[in-house]
């Protein structure tokens, strides 16, 4: 929020020094929303303003600045704002032309809020004149809440299908589209990532939140921030294991590794699962499906727990006779007790920061693996060092107990097997 705030302001000051004075263009008649309609600290505050442009030079973005005392300006941008070359090759035609442009805001304060807009253009800047206006109230505190950031668990890099129709920021996304995680930033609520979504071209090119791990080439008009506290995304999902039924029809897959998933499933194919889990330990599958752990609101009403997260669109194939995946992680098949040995200095987490002094050569215990985590796939406890964290709650298998404050999440080129106690 920070950064678009500096950003507007810096856009404001550039174009006044230039302007040095000539009149601008007023914002015309347009419609202006407000998404959700009555916003809540809980909530992601989105703008939208549309309607017809009274010619075909339309408006390309709207920064927006958000001010302690309740006031919000908006920047209308129109073609060659930025760009004197650019104004002097347009030509723009009195034809009314339909448009959309839109700003996001992030968790806002209780209060109420006045919306000025502007408009900014190779005739100079316009002033600022009243919109709109909305109260923000405050949110249940169970909406915004998630037991732990939940970006950890995507890796740049990483495929993901959206499993909700328009979120925040992306008119024509619809339930199925695929996309590709760009980076994650973790600074708030539940975390958020950026993804640029296949051959959707309504985003912008907005990497200040990264944490770590930006992929620097993109189609820069793909790209959204996704808030996990709000918008269902699903990764990939592949595990062996067995399904039961449970309490009111609920389906639920038993995986290898002991953890439990909430299958999504409905008609024929919620018979054909129901059907396999009344086969018990004989019943043996492999569920591959989209997997998403974004932890239901406070008021959202549903018949099936979550538990370990939510499993949309399963594909079953039969396993019979096949052995017990091996639960270790990495080609070195680590498993919770093994003895490892530091191969790097400062090794980045998964917030994106070095584990300071922690150096090669130091061993540590494997303390648990967590099998969903193509980027950091088991965690250490290392010896006489106490500046990490305890965050095992991502872990699915079991847990050895460890010093507090001594384990780091790795990736498998970072360490080497030193030993491996007899079972």
């Known amino acids: 929020m920070r950064s678009k705030i500096v950003s507007a302001a810096c856009i404001a000051m550039c174009m006044a020094i230039s302007a040095q004075g000539v009149v601008g263009p007023n914002l015309p008649p347009v419609d ?7 916003p809540s600290t809980s ?11 009274p010619d075909t030079c339309v408006p390309e973005q709207m920064p927006l600045a958000v001010f302690p005392n309740g006031t919000i300006w908006i920047d209308v941008l129109l073609p060659g704002w930025d760009d004197p070359n650019e104004c002097a090759s347009l030509s723009c035609t009195a034809d009314p032309t339909a448009f959309e442009v839109e700003g996001l805001i992030g968790y806002m304060v209780t209060g109420h809020y006045e919306v000025y807009g502007r408009v900014i253009s190779c005739d100079g800047i316009g002033q600022y004149r009243p919109i709109t ?14 037991t732990a950031c939940q970006a950890y668990r995507f890796a740049a890099g990483g495929r993901v299908v959206l499993l909700t129709d328009n979120p925040p920021g992306g008119p024509g996304l619809k339930a199925g ?9 973790c600074t708030s609520g539940c975390g958020r990532i950026l993804v640029s979504w296949d051959l959707w071209t309504g985003g912008q090119k907005d990497v200040s939140g990264c944490v770590m791990d930006v992929l620097p080439g993109f189609p820069p008009t793909s790209a959204m921030w996704v808030d996990l506290g709000q918008v269902r995304v699903g990764r990939p999902f592949n595990q062996t294991g067995t399904l039961r039924k449970g309490l009111e029809g609920c389906l639920v897959f038993v995986a290898d590794s002991g953890m439990e998933y909430n299958i999504v499933a409905t008609g024929e194919m919620y018979w054909i699962l129901e059907e396999v889990a009344g086969m018990g330990a004989a019943g043996r599958i492999r569920i591959q499906g989209l997997l998403s752990e974004t932890q239901p609101k406070s008021d959202e009403v549903r018949i099936c727990p979550q538990r370990n997260g939510d499993i949309y669109h399963p594909i079953i194939s039969a396993c019979e006779g096949l052995p017990h995946p091996d639960p270790g992680a990495c080609e070195l098949e680590l498993l919770p007790g093994d003895r490892v040995r530091l191969l790097v200095d400062h090794p980045m987490g998964a917030g994106g920061g070095p584990a300071v002094g922690l150096v090669a050569g130091t061993m540590g215990t494997v303390i648990c693996t967590d099998s969903t985590d193509d980027d950091l796939p ?7 060092w106490t500046e ?36």
Do not use: Q
């Not at 202006?32 to 009555?38: A, D, K, L, V, Y």
């Not at 909530?43 to 442009?53: N, Q, R």
């Open 32 to 38: 202006i929303s407000i998404n959700p309609t009555n």
């Open 378 to 384: 088991f965690y250490v406890s290392w010896d006489n």
């Open 43 to 53: 909530d992601y505050v989105l703008i939208i303003l549309s309607g017809l442009w």
């Open 133 to 146: 206006s909305f109260d923000v109230t405050e949110g249940k505190p169970d909406d915004a809440g998630c």
């Open 388 to 423: 990490g964290t305890d965050t095992d709650y991502f872990c699915d298998s079991v847990v050895v107990p460890y010093v507090p404050d001594s384990g780091w999440w790795m990736r498998c080129h970072e360490v080497e097997l030193v030993y491996r106690p007899e079972p």
């Open 177 to 185: 589209h695929g996309g590709t995680v760009l980076c994650r930033d």
